[in-house]
């Protein structure tokens, strides 16, 4: 996975530079992730993982999936992920990319794993507090995960803060076998 993100960031760097500069981020947003799924169904990934189809042939049949909806730049993409054999990145080009358009946009998107169902009280506290932090529109992701015991773990890209009464617990186990 981490190999994908490696040479996945490049082409999405590449790709946001260009709809920055013609001011078409949602066009490319909608157009990679409709390419990612395109790339992710079973008996696509298997061609794009056979030597015997040629980049062409690969390219050929983005095409009429995609039929009015790939642009020319869009193809341009998958002609040079196609050569260099780097089609199989195409869900992680669409998820930096997204990214970087969040970024741009001054939109954070965070996932907060609790243990019990979030109160809308909790929500709107969360929801102040992380706005501030991060000094953006954060879109927050809820889900629940009874495993945690109680208390919370925040996500945000890298950032991560973990409040669990499972964390805190295993913590203090780890202090005390030392």
Known sequence: MAQLMTIARPYAE?????SQEANNLDVWSEELANLATISR????A????NPAY???????VFTDV?????????KGLLTAMAENKRLGALTDVSEVFET??????????????????TTVEQKKKLSAALNAKFDADVEITYEEDASLIGGIKIKVGDWTVDGSAVTQLNKLGAAIAQ
Do not use: C, H, P
Request: charged share 30%; proline share 0%; no cysteine.
């Open 14 to 18: 590449a790709v946001f530079a260009l």
């Open 41 to 44: 169904d079973e008996a696509m």
């Open 46 to 49: 298997a061609m794009i993982k």
């Open 54 to 60: 040629s980049a062409d042939q690969i390219v050929s």
């Open 66 to 74: 995609m039929g009015d909806n790939l642009t020319t730049e869009g």
């Open 100 to 117: 970087l358009k969040a970024e741009a946009e001054k939109r954070v998107r965070a996932t907060v794993i609790s243990a019990r169902t």
